[in-house]
């Protein structure tokens, strides 16, 4: 399975967009890149899963660019009960239910 | 839709017991995966069950094990408890549709190992 390496932490404000990029140079061609999310002492939570281009749903937005190296998660407008941390993930999409979280980003967002 | 539930949510016990957790995934969903999760090692998979089958398996010793019934529920199994076993367990469950892979998570159960 593809390593994936985001940053650790990141800091923003309210009502803004925040964009957090992950890298994972060794994705295979059937491989997809999905995002989650985890609040303390919850489970995490499905945002967004994309194959390559751009992915958009009501919460979020999936940037995927040509050589599908890297991508980048896409919150607008932010408010504080977004802060959590955000794990980019990258595997077959169907048929396994086995999930390779890494460090994961920590997002603090402030008043 | 009821999403998944899993109990107890908190749990303690002492060395060198042995616990047994319980999850029910969404009705309809036939893979159930295992995960645990503590603030030095992070989220790592234990195991995946599909139609009562083990159909992957992460690195842990076999103190961990699993089953999955005819019903899809699931129950989770450590033994010969150690302290550093004491963690956040996640059960997640998903429908698997090709090209889209979805996993539901539960609460989690909280073990303390004293």
């Known amino acids: 399975l593809a390593k994936t390496t985001q940053p650790i932490s990141m800091d923003s404000y309210e009502g803004q967009e925040v964009n957090i990029t992950c890298s994972h140079n060794?994705?295979?061609?059937?491989?997809?890149i999905t995002w989650y999310q985890q609040f303390p002492s919850q489970g995490p939570r499905f945002i967004i899963q994309?194959?390559?281009t751009k992915v958009t749903n009501e919460v979020a937005s999936l940037f995927i660019p040509a050589d599908r190296k890297s991508s980048t998660l896409s919150l607008p407008r932010v408010s504080l009960s977004d802060t959590a941390v955000y794990y980019c993930?990258?595997?077959?999409?169907?048929?396994?239910?086995?999930?390779?979280f890494g460090q994961g980003t920590t997002l603090q967002v402030k008043p | 839709k009821a999403g998944v539930t899993q109990t107890p949510r908190y749990l303690i016990k002492t060395r060198g017991q042995q616990v047994t957790l319980s999850c029910s995934p969404i009705?309809?969903?036939?893979?159930v995966s295992w995960y645990q999760q503590t603030p030095g090692q992070g989220l790592q998979f234990l195991f995946e069950y599909f139609s009562e089958t083990q159909r992957n398996k992460g690195n842990f010793p076999g103190r961990f094990s699993g089953r999955q019934f005819s019903n899809s529920r699931s129950e989770m199994n450590v033994s010969t408890l150690e302290l550093g076993d004491s963690a956040l367990y996640l059960c997640?469950?998903?429908?698997?549709?090709?090209?889209?892979?979805?996993?539901?998570f539960g609460p989690g159960t909280r073990l303390t190992v004293l």
């Open positions: 997640a469950s998903s429908l698997l549709i090709d090209n889209y892979n979805e996993q539901f």
């Open positions: 009705s309809g969903h036939r893979s």
């Open positions: 994309g194959y390559k």
């Open positions: 060794n994705i295979a061609t059937n491989d997809y």
């Open positions: 993930l990258v595997g077959p999409s169907s048929n396994t239910g086995k999930l390779i």
